[in-house]
């Protein structure tokens, strides 16, 4: 599905931004500012869609993390570096200030940049020309903890808008705030992306027009995630007897009786290995290996 969404979007933008640079002729005044309305919108649908996809892989169970051991200074300054076009646009100035105690975290970089840049650029967009945004990042009062804030000098919340912006197309509508309506989907996807991080991520407000500040909070050492398998095998007491061996080798271990139960566990939450027995009623071992093979997501 991400496939055939994304490749039609991207030829479109591919071409606008063509025209834009004058590869098609010389553009009028006029024609110029329709091909960039065309471009600054397809852009808007593809960060929506890619919103879209990333939530319904979250809500699924699907989305698969791969953490690595980081650079948090590094990692910072690639975000930065991706935001600052647009706080310059603004005219919003971005500050950092990293304590050297956690120059490390455990996260999946690509997701923990997304966090980032999903944060960062919400404060740039909801900031007015001259104000400031300030990433911070400092260990908690425990230790076990990396905080890391984004605090704006933008419109601010009101205190009983807090809870509502996590909520998926949820937008606050008051009229500063609607000046900036974005998809709603932004912030929501960003706390499930913190939460599957082992995190927490809560903003807080003075009020209108006294800015805001998102926080998240991540454990300094993730657990490593036990390896998941899928146990197929129609026979009940074989099912127990190879679970049993798997779970106290380390494995957590996930059941289907057939083919079919296989399959619709599968599209849920693809695992990491497959027990599977080939003589089974409704859909046989073998069968199972075909269809996943045939399907893209699960061919290798």
């Known amino acids: 599905m991400s496939h055939e969404l994304r490749t039609p979007l991207n030829a479109v933008l591919g071409f606008a ?62 975000t930065i570096a991706i935001v600052k076009g647009m706080a310059a646009s603004r005219d919003v100035k971005l500050e950092v200030a990293l304590d050297a105690e956690v120059s490390r975290v455990t996260a999946d970089p690509l997701r923990l940049k997304q966090i980032l840049f999903n944060l960062l650029s919400n404060a740039v967009k909801f900031t007015p020309p001259r104000g400031v945004v300030t990433l911070r990042a400092a260990p908690s009062a425990g230790g076990d903890e990396v905080l890391l804030a984004v605090s704006d000098t933008g419109i601010g919340i009101k205190a ?95 059941e289907a009786a057939d083919g079919l139960e296989a399959l619709e566990l599968i599209s849920r939450a693809r695992p990491d290995l497959l027990v599977l027995d080939l003589t089974m009623p409704r859909m ?7 269809q996943l093979r045939a399907q893209a997501e699960t061919a290798t």
């Open 17 to 78: 931004q063509l025209l834009e640079q004058g590869h098609g002729g010389a553009l009028g005044p006029k024609h110029r500012r329709y091909v960039g309305n065309i471009h600054r919108s397809g852009k808007h649908l593809l960060t929506l869609i890619n919103d879209i996809l990333d939530l319904a892989k979250v809500e699924a169970g699907r989305l698969e993390l791969h953490f690595e051991d980081l650079s948090l200074p590094q990692l910072v300054d690639e």
């Open 160 to 254: 009983e808008d807090l809870d509502r912006l996590f909520r998926p197309f949820e937008q606050i509508h008051s009229g500063e705030a609607r000046e900036f309506a974005g998809t709603g989907l932004g912030l929501s996807l960003t706390k499930h992306l913190v939460e599957f991080h082992g995190g927490r991520l809560w903003a807080e407000s003075p009020g209108p027009g006294r800015g805001a500040t998102f926080t998240l909070a991540l454990p300094r050492q993730m657990a490593a995630p036990k390896p998941r398998v899928l146990l197929v095998d129609d026979t009940a007491k074989d099912r127990e007897l190879v679970c049993d061996y798997l779970q106290a080798a380390g494995f957590e271990v996930e």
């Open 284 to 290: 046989s071992g073998q069968e199972l290996l075909r």
